[in-house]
Structures are given as C-alpha cells and as structure tokens.
C-alpha cells in the first residue's frame, strides 16, 4: 500500500525579509543624511566666497540695504577698479607674492634635506628630534611674537621682506619636515641601494631618485605652506608698516569717506583678487594634492 507524505510549503522566513527591510530602510537613510551632510558643507564653505564675489560686484547702495539684495541689480566694478589702482594695495600684493614664494622655496629646500635625515636614516636621538619637530608646530603665534620682535628690531629687519620670511619659517618648516619625512619613510630602501649600485652617492640618489617621487608631498606641503603665508596677518601687521606691508594688513587699513565709514565694496573686491590665485593653485595642483594627502598615509 502506497503511502504519500504531504508536503509542507516552505515559507518565507519574515524575520529574514524585515530584517532585509530594515536594512534597506537603514541604507536609504544613511544615504540621505550623507548627502545632506555633503550639502551642508559645500554651502557652509562656499557661501561666504560666492557672497563676497556678488557683493563686490553690487551698485554701493545695495550693499546696505534691507532686506539683503541677494543678486545685483546691476554689475559695478568701481570697486575692483579701486583696488586695481590702490598703489598701496599693488605694493602690498607685490610683498606677498615675493614672501609667500621664498617662503615655500626655503622651506622645501631644506625641509626635503631634514625630511630625508628623519625618514632613511639611523641615528641616536631621531626620535625625540621628531616630536621636538612636530611641538614647534603647537605653539600659537603669539606665543613667540616678542621674541620673535626683538630679534627682528635687533637685526636691523624691521620694515623689510626678510623679517616675515624668517618668522614664516618658524611654522611652514617644522610643518615641512614632518609631512616629508613620512614620504621618504614610506619607500622601499631597493631604490636607493639600486642607485648605489650604479655609482650614486647618497645625495645623488636623493636628488635624482628619491625627490622626484616625492613630488605629490612636496607639491603638498609647498601648497599648504603657501596658503599660511599668503593668509597670515599677525606677524605681517607687527613687523611690517609701509614698505613691505603684506596684502592682509593692506586690506585692513582701507579707509573710507568719513572716520567712521568702512568701504565694505573695496575690501570685499580685494578679498575676492587676493582669494583667487589659492583657489586657482588648488584647481591646478589638486591632484597632487590628493596623491600627497594619501601617499605618506601607508608604507610601500
């Protein structure tokens, strides 16, 4: 006698499906505050350029009106031309430029030189010599503003271009040869034994070989240490008066028609002239710029 077994339908497991459910909710979620959050940043930092570069180019009158003209009316460069033909501004915008580049070449020269000390060799007492290295950065400005006076005043720099070379250098390098030396770390000794083994000195290996491939660090560095000089005002209004005053002094001693009267037009046209070689530089060099932020990250 033929007996039959019923079979059961499998059914679906409901955990399994609100546990996918839930998953998927979760996802969507996520996603949605990842964008908000990507929003809410870009807006955050490109806001205040966006409303310096329209205000700039508003009539006066709507600079100050209520409520804010969001869009002008009409495009006014009397502003720009101002600034344009500030002779004050040009000298200051002259100063920075020779500043800020000297700054960044001296800093890479030698900090390459430390970095590779640091990163390939071996001595006793590297690494307390790293982190006295990387305390130097740690320090506000301020901290150091009366020593770094005297000093000036006793050499005779006051007033001159190489006064703030000097005192940019006391951040940008110890900023330099850490940053490098991790780069230098991370590559494989087989290159410069490989140099060496086809008559290289040491330096030759780390000018032809290992510098070169350093190249996203110190584009990196040389781009930071760039934009700290080119932005910096404290040093810059301390040991600086007239002839070799910088642009961010420069733009805060615009004066307007009366004592009181701050010529928002003209120091906004200014902001946004001095503003743009940073942002044109990042759009240039980004990059080596991302490749310089992740290279030193691991060790090849």
């Keep these: 006698m033929a007996t039959t077994t019923a079979v059961r339908p499998v059914m679906p497991d409901t955990a399994m499906i609100s546990g996918t459910r839930q998953w998927s909710l ?15 940043i870009i807006f955050y930092t490109v806001f205040p350029f ?10 006066n009158a709507e600079l100050f009106t209520s409520p804010v003209v ?4 009409a495009i006014n460069t009397t502003f720009y031309q101002f600034v344009l033909a500030n002779g004050d501004f040009l000298l200051a915008l002259r100063n920075s430029i020779v500043v800020s580049v000297s700054t960044v070449l001296i800093s890479l020269a030698l900090g390459s030189l430390c970095a590779y000390a640091m990163g390939r060799l071996q001595f006793r007492g590297k690494t307390p010599v790293m982190y006295l290295i990387l305390s130097m950065t740690m320090f506000p400005q301020i901290a150091i503003l009366g020593s770094l006076y005297q000093m000036i005043v ?12 000097i005192a940019y250098l006391t951040f940008t ?17 087989e290159l410069e034994e490989a140099a060496m083994v086809d008559g290289a000195t040491p330096f030759q290996a780390f000018i032809r070989i290992l510098l070169p491939l350093a190249a996203p660090g110190l584009v990196t560095t040389g781009l930071l240490a760039f934009i700290a000089a080119w932005n910096e ?9 007239t002839r070799a005053r910088t642009v961010q002094p420069a733009i805060a001693s615009f004066s307007g028609n009366t004592q009181f009267e701050l010529p928002w037009g003209n120091i906004l046209a200014a902001s946004v002239l001095v503003t743009l070689p940073l942002v044109i530089l990042v759009l240039i060099f980004q990059r080596k710029i991302l490749a310089g932020l992740t290279a030193g990250a691991v060790k090849g």
């Design 233 to 241: 005002y404290l040093y810059a209004l301390t040991f600086t008066q």
């Design 70 to 73: 969001y869009w002008p009316s």
């Design 26 to 40: 979760g996802k969507v979620i996520n996603r949605i505050l990842f964008w908000i959050l990507v929003v809410f």
């Design 154 to 165: 006793n050499l005779g720099l006051y007033d001159r271009l190489p006064a703030l070379i």
């Design 50 to 59: 966006a409303w310096a570069l329209l205000s700039s180019i508003k009539p």
């Design 173 to 189: 390098l110890p900023f330099t040869v850490w940053v490098l030396a991790n780069f230098f770390r991370a590559m494989p000794g």
